[in-house]
């Protein structure tokens, strides 16, 4: 049977973290862009000489400097068009592994942040989109040690709005409700896909 693609989305402090534990507690396979490129990034990754090269000082032993680099790409926004020219097509390869991997699932996840931004909803089943209200978003954000308004509005800037995601979803899981309920949409939503792809 070949699998049923849904990709996950959400901007940034929406709850798409908890969403993806939710779906691996429900034994969904679940591809998580983000993970991919922190590993591509890490010690010995296969992205780390070619940002490197680009955006010299960016790396070191540990890999690259996601600090070091986000200041680049925040006060140059343009340079983010280079850094996402050397990411995305590894990104695609580690999903392509992946999908193989479990092409005999009914139903596997892409967790992909950026999947509008990128145009990535290529070949997808359905969009499933994770939102809260803005106050919401705005609390969890700042309320992480390492954020300022001033960073969490640049970041807000290059991701398309909440509402123009949601008009494009397909699926929607409101975060902005109790843990129980979400959890609660999430089994229901699973449920619904399962039975759509006759597993």
Not at 6 to 19: D, H, P, Q, R
Not at 55 to 82: E, S, W
Not at 104 to 114: G, N, Q, T
């Amino acid at each position: 049977m070949v699998a049923r693609v849904y990709a996950l989305t959400g901007s940034i402090g929406m709850g798409k973290s908890a969403v993806v534990g939710m779906l691996r507690k429900l034994d969904v396979p679940v591809f998580d862009a983000d993970a991919e490129v922190h590993r591509l990034q890490g010690p010995g990754g296969g992205a780390v000489t070619a940002i490197e090269r680009h955006f010299p000082g960016t790396t070191g032993p540990n890999g690259v400097d996601r600090a070091k680099l986000g200041a680049v790409v925040l006060a140059h926004p343009h340079q983010r068009r280079v850094l996402e020219s050397i990411i995305h097509p590894m990104v695609r390869a580690g999903r392509e592994a992946f999908l193989r991997r479990f092409r005999s699932r009914p139903l596997v996840v892409l967790d992909i942040p950026l999947l509008f931004e990128t145009h990535g909803q290529k070949g997808i089943d359905g969009v499933i989109v994770v939102s809260a209200p803005g106050w919401k978003q705005r609390a969890r954000v700042l309320a992480r040690g390492n954020m300022t308004p001033a960073k969490f509005r640049a970041i807000r800037a290059l991701q398309m709005p909440d509402a123009e995601k949601r008009r494009r979803a397909d699926y929607i899981i409101d975060t902005g409700t109790t843990f129980h309920r979400t959890q609660g949409q999430v089994r229901r939503l699973v449920a619904c896909l399962r039975r759509k792809a006759g597993g």
